[in-house]
């Protein structure tokens, strides 16, 4: 068993349930990935060297931050407009009339969309997605490390109860996966030769990857689609919010176009259409952009741009093989893995894989947690 003083390094399983009950999504958000560090930290001590699931889930508990704190997408939003406002098609003496009339359009804008409610539909699908997958397998592996501190000793019977209590079957309701990585976590720590360690913990680690992909699933697809809306509701808001400034907007329409007949509803479309795209492109940027230390930017959609470990070049572990197989992974580099569907499950675990694997040696993803989540897309 491990001593007082090392259960203290990482999260009790008590310690994991109270975390994921928390209501305030962000201070839960933030306690998650810290708790993810921690675990991090103690099985690598335990199985040094190599990194673990619970490694890439903080890198990816903390990007899932910036979605889930609500606060921060407005801002990102208004960004992303300031530099495609002036190249999507409206016309640059209407703003500056507006301007001149002291109407904020792209705050107008924000406003809407804050009303709309697309931003904040996204975000409780990622925080839901986030505490749900914590609730699960943190608890496991607060259990699993409370429990065993010497992993390579645990005998066939003591793993054997460790998993009693995992659901029999396939994910997303059954945990066979869950099981199977454990077993694989041990194997890891017994093998003596370099190359079969290294196989087998990418095993564990996409053996879970496999549970926790298919068990968000529901929660990917509804932040996706969450982010969706009708450019027409947006346009109704940006109508009632422009007439509404003691008719501004109308006189500054007026002088642009030397019209009474000013086409305020068609203004009010145009941007419609060019936000609704934006908003889109900014919630699947944030779900498919992935931040790890010391400053490397992963971009999902993308091939991943880093080679295998040399000692990953070749993988021979039959059961690595046929996951890799099943992805269309199963060559000695990256190339072809990225993702330009988030929401297939397919593309989607064909990039974990090779991120995984490409990664898997990396001690940099071992970093202290940065004190404050910058904000980078």
Not at 292 to 307: A, I, M, N, S, Y
């Amino acid at each position: 068993m491990v001593t007082a003083s090392s259960q203290n390094l990482y999260p009790s399983e008590t310690e994991v349930n109270s975390i994921a009950a928390m209501q305030d999504a962000a201070a839960r958000n933030l306690r998650i990935t810290q708790g993810y560090w921690e675990l991090s930290a103690e099985v690598q001590r335990r199985i040094a060297g190599h990194v673990n699931w619970c490694t890439f889930a903080t890198w990816a508990s903390q990007q899932a931050g910036i979605t889930i704190r609500q606060e921060d997408l407005p801002d990102l939003l208004r960004q992303r407009l300031q530099k495609s406002w002036r190249v999507f098609g409206l016309d640059l003496k209407l703003l500056e009339l507006l301007e001149q009339a002291n109407i904020d359009l792209l705050q107008l804008v924000i406003d809407s969309v804050s009303q709309l409610g697309p931003l904040r539909r996204s975000s409780e699908f990622v925080g839901k997605g986030n505490y749900k997958v914590f609730a699960e397998i943190a608890a496991f592996f607060a259990r699993w490390l409370a429990r065993f501190s010497d992993i390579a000793a645990i005998s066939d019977a003591e793993l054997a109860s460790f998993c009693q209590s995992m659901k029999l079957g396939p994910p997303p309701e059954g945990q066979d996966m869950l099981k199977q990585a454990f077993s694989s976590y041990r194997a890891a720590a017994r093998a003596t030769d370099p190359a079969e360690r290294a196989q087998l913990m990418l095993l564990a680690n996409l053996q879970i990857g496999f549970h926790e992909q298919t068990r968000l699933q529901p929660e990917i697809e509804g932040a996706l689609n969450g982010a969706l809306f009708k450019p027409g509701d947006l346009a109704d808001l940006l109508v009632q919010k422009l007439i509404g400034h003691e008719g501004k907007a109308a006189k500054a329409l007026e002088k642009l176009w030397h019209s009474h007949d000013t086409p305020l509803r068609d203004v009010a479309d145009l941007v419609a259409k060019h936000v609704q795209e934006q908003v889109r492109m900014l919630i699947t940027d944030l779900m498919m952009t992935l931040w790890l230390p010391p400053q490397v930017v992963v971009r999902v959609g993308h091939d991943l741009t880093r080679r295998y470990p040399e000692i990953l070049q070749t993988i021979t572990n039959p059961d690595m093989l046929k996951i890799l197989v099943q992805l269309g992974a199963e060559s000695n580099n990256p190339s072809g893995s990225a993702a330009l569907d988030w929401a297939n499950f397919t593309q989607r675990m064909r990039f974990i894989a090779d991120l995984f694997r490409a990664y898997a040696l990396d001690k940099n993803l071992f970093d202290p947690l940065p004190e404050a989540s910058a904000v980078r897309v």
